[in-house]
């Protein structure tokens, strides 16, 4: 994704925006596989899809919107021959350009997908300061994907844009501000089903919501459809390999972490318990491969992994081994078949305690709170398979996490990125520093800071999942508890941090609790990747 701009720009401006966003290295040649990947384009059943990077400024807005920078709206150029626009870009001025817009055209068979609308209608007030937003009328039986944008009143010509056959398309929803000002809110559009398989994908236009308290309201744009195989396009395994090896990010620990992450052949090496319910006094060692592990059925509580029996080596390995770590890649195809998800696992023998703030208290040690046995954490790769470049990145933060876009990513050795695994908690996160959760002043601690602790998940990794055929590991598959229920008393380890606080404090503290989900107090033991929500659903 790679962008150019074509536009008038003032050079004493110093708007990130104006800076086009590059990767540190040059990109490598994928190696050729017998699929569609980094081809340029996609065949979604007769629609033939490619991806635009370069742009025409058509409008700027200098405020509003993140960081009250404004926003810029473009219009794709360099289209080639036989393809069509299906609506405009935009891009808030706080970031480095770096984007792209879909373009279609049909095959011989198929003219019928796609038609010009039969009028626009102007969505946003006539305002000579504004630009015009307009939205395509689709023919019956057809959808808009996208508006359009211009800097005159006059409407666009008719054959501008194109609008797309219904069963090409399918219900759209907003995801991201782009800029918001004087009831005009402009949001990116993703598909509203997603995740492994979803035949839905993006066009990379924009929505316009005039009422933000009506945002759940039915957009009056679509997103599209692959009515072809989403397996056409994706990487094959020396494709993966290659990917992964060029992007695959350093995570950092902090420097006062204690618990390290491992292998998991580590972790069942030395010593690792499977219990089982009714024969809970008689635990048996876990294989090194996991091979004596229950596979497939469900969590249902009849078995359970824990540390080693003897304290001394339970200590050593709650400690973990970093040299012995490896990366687990799960690979998906997501968004019809045009991004591939890499998921990153990491294992951590260990989860330490949690940590909280209380206004000028600012590290109150929670007691045991937030410890437990078996702590698996990930980073995912979004690459697009048009041409093999990294969209963006999600990290896992606790229940939940956060996209970023791979413009405003630390890159170090070329184009690995970096991550940051905060301490005790092991969250992941694109920026050193303090990350609140539950309030900046009253929340939980997750720090994070640059060590010599650090994992590179391209000197060793696995891919233990993916569409193309791969041996799993048996502990992929095993779906029970990564450790036992946690057995310490939650009140008597807040009563042991109340004493230490004045009053007014310690109700603050009752409350930070209240708000926290039920996963840091570690009350049932964790469960595997492949029982994750994001294992097969999109990432939150």
Known sequence: MGNSLNSNVNSDDPL?????????????????????????????????????????KVWTVNEGGPDNLGATFFEPSLIPDGFSMLGSYAHPNNQPLFGSILVAKTTDNHHDILKHPT???????????????????????????????????????LDKIRCVRADFTDEAETETSIW????????????????????????????????????AAALPLSCLVNNNSTSNSMPDQNQIEAVFKTYAPYIYLHPDETYLPSSVNWYFSNGALLHKKAEEPDPVPVEPNGSNLPQGGSNDGLYWLDLPADEDAGNMVKKGDLESVDAYLHVKPVLGGTCTDIQVWIFYPFNGHATAKLGIFDKIPLGKIGEHVGDWEHVTLRVSNFDGILYRVYFAEHSGGQWVDSQLLEFQSGNKFVGYSSLNGHAMYYKEGVSMQGGED?????????????????????????????????????????????SYDIAKELEKVANLLPGNLKEQLEK???ALPAEIFGQDGPTGPKMKNNWNADEK
């Open 16 to 56: 990130p925006i104006h800076t086009i966003f590059k990767f540190p290295s040059p990109l490598p040649t994928w190696p050729q596989g017998n699929g569609g990947f980094a081809t340029g384009e996609i065949d979604l059943g007769g629609l033939q899809v490619r991806q635009i990077t370069s742009f025409d």
């Open 442 to 486: 009253v929340g939980l601690r997750n720090d994070t800071a640059k060590s010599d602790k650090v994992v590179d998940t391209g000197a060793s990794f696995s891919v233990v999942a993916a569409e193309e055929r791969v041996v799993e590991p048996p502990w992929l598959n095993y779906y029970r508890k990564w450790g036992p229920t946690t």
């Open 119 to 157: 009028d626009y209608t102007l969505v946003t007030p006539n305002d000579d300061n504004s630009p015009y937003f307009w939205l395509p009328t689709p023919p019956d039986g057809y959808k808009s994907l996208g508006l359009l944008i211009t800097a005159s009143p006059d409407k666009p010509p």
């Open 180 to 215: 918001g000002q004087d009831g005009i809110n402009v949001y990116t559009l993703r598909p509203k089903t997603r995740g492994t398989n979803a035949k839905q994908l993006s066009a990379g236009t924009f929505a316009i919501i005039q009422d933000t308290n009506d945002s």
């Open 512 to 514: 930070l609790v209240d």
